[in-house]
Each structure stands twice: as C-alpha cells, then as structure tokens.
Nanobody, 123 residues
Framework: QVQLVESGGGLVQAGGSLRLSCAASGGTISTYVMGWFRQAPGKERELVAAMSSGGYTYYADSVKGRFTMSRNVAKNTVYLEMNSLKPDDTAVYYC?????????????????WGQGTQVTVSS
C-alpha cells in the first residue's frame, strides 16, 4: 500500500512562496495520477493540481500561473511550488494518488492520503 508524507508548509506573507513535497513509499509515483488537494476550514477539499503518469498537468483556475507541480521519479516525490501566495491559499494541503489513467477532480477517486501540511498566508 502506498504511503504519502507531505512536508514544506508554513507561515508566509502574501506574495511569498513555499514549496511542498510529497514523498511516496510502497509504490512508484509515475504509475499513478498524483494530486495536490487543499481544504480550508468550513470548505470542501478541492484539487489544486494534478499530474498524470505521462506527465500531463492540471491546475485549478484559482492557482494557474502561480502554482507548479513537478515530480522527481528517482526520489519518488512530487512537489508543489507555490508563488505569489494569497490569504485565500490558506489551507491544509494534502497529496493523494489515483490509480486511474485520467485526472479527475473528485477527492473520492483518490487514496493514500497523507496527513497534510498547513499553509498559512498572512495579509
């Protein structure tokens, strides 16, 4: 069973940057759709970025041009580079995997959820 561990969250001022990491064990990230989700208090969990096994990337409209998802297959790790952060980006960020071939935005299609990492953006 694949286990995912997120890291890299923290407190940053608006306009700042953070880089999140998601290290996988028990499986190879390049064989899955990998997704970065976030959940703010009182809100539903939403997909912000995803990468297919072939390397195609999806971004939510709210983060396009500011967030970049990448992977290092040798390290079995996916990353989320977040720039120009806004207070609305404040949330717990999770990574998860989808064994399917197509990127879907539905959280229930994903598994292997990590514990999440808190990102707080101050104004």
């Amino acid at each position: 069973q694949v286990q995912l561990v997120e890291s890299g969250g923290g407190l940053v001022q608006a306009g700042g940057s953070l880089r999140l990491s998601c290290a996988a064990s028990g499986g190879t990230i390049s064989t899955y759709v990998m997704g970065w989700f976030r959940q703010a208090p009182g809100k539903e969990r939403e997909l912000v970025a995803a990468m297919s096994s072939g390397g195609y990337t999806y971004y939510a409209d709210s983060v396009k041009g500011r967030f970049t998802m990448s992977r290092n297959v040798a390290k079995n790790t996916v990353y989320l580079e977040m720039n120009s952060l806004k207070p609305d980006d404040t949330a717990v960020y999770y990574c998860a995997l989808n064994p399917g071939a197509v990127i879907t935005t539905t959280p229930k299609r994903y598994s292997g959820w990590g514990q999440g990492t808190q990102v707080t953006v101050s104004s």
